[in-house]
């Protein structure tokens, strides 16, 4: 019926005012999406409104809400998502060093549903750029106080059993 499909008018753009925040949860064409790739776990399709020259997302099928969820037993589905986020990249020619892949920090997401940003620097300008800030830890932190966390900062960070928010991570703590 068509009282269940996505209005079409919508704008799918992450700063839309819509409340369409469990958008990515149905990503298909139909659903009005620039689908580049797909597999049974992980879907992938170009951004609306890109920030730089090839801005696409990589998100799980299975509903996860943000980066703040995942767990050390998410590693394998994160790096299955990185290296889709390559091979596309590299179909792009896409250097190396022009590669860049990250998660907005809840609550500096406006979608409710994991996706990684994939993208191909420079940003547009300068206004793009702020939204995908990467700041180094000092160490033993994986990460400085950031709403973007790197794809790679991500998987060191719960490969230690730790989780990811806005502040610098944690040290693991010591039970007992
Ligand atoms: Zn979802
Ligand atoms: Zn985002």
């Given amino acids: 019926m068509r009282t269940k499909a996505l209005p079409l008018h919508l704008s799918l753009h992450e700063d839309s005012k819509y409340d369409q925040s469990r958008a990515f949860c149905n990503v298909s064409t139909e659903n009005g999406f620039e689908v580049m790739w797909e597999d049974e776990n992980l879907v992938t399709f170009r951004v609306r409104d890109p920030a730089c020259e090839h801005h696409f997302q990589v998100i799980p099928k299975e509903h996860i809400p943000s980066v703040r ?29 022009m590669r860049k892949m990250g998660f907005h920090i809840p609550p500096f997401n406006s979608m409710g549903h994991l996706h ?3 993208q191909a620097l420079p940003y547009k300008n300068f206004s793009k750029k702020l939204k995908y800030p990467i700041v180094d830890g000092f160490k033993p932190f994986q990460k400085g106080f950031s709403w973007f966390v790197e794809a790679h900062q991500t998987i060191s960070i719960i490969q230690q059993d730790r989780s990811v928010g806005l502040f610098p991570c944690e040290e693991a703590r010591s039970r007992g």
């Fill in 69 to 97: 969820q995942l767990r050390k037993s998410n590693v394998e589905t994160l790096k299955a998502m990185v290296n889709v986020g390559h091979q596309l990249l590299e179909q792009l020619a896409v250097e190396n060093t």
């Fill in 116 to 118: 990684l940003h994939v």
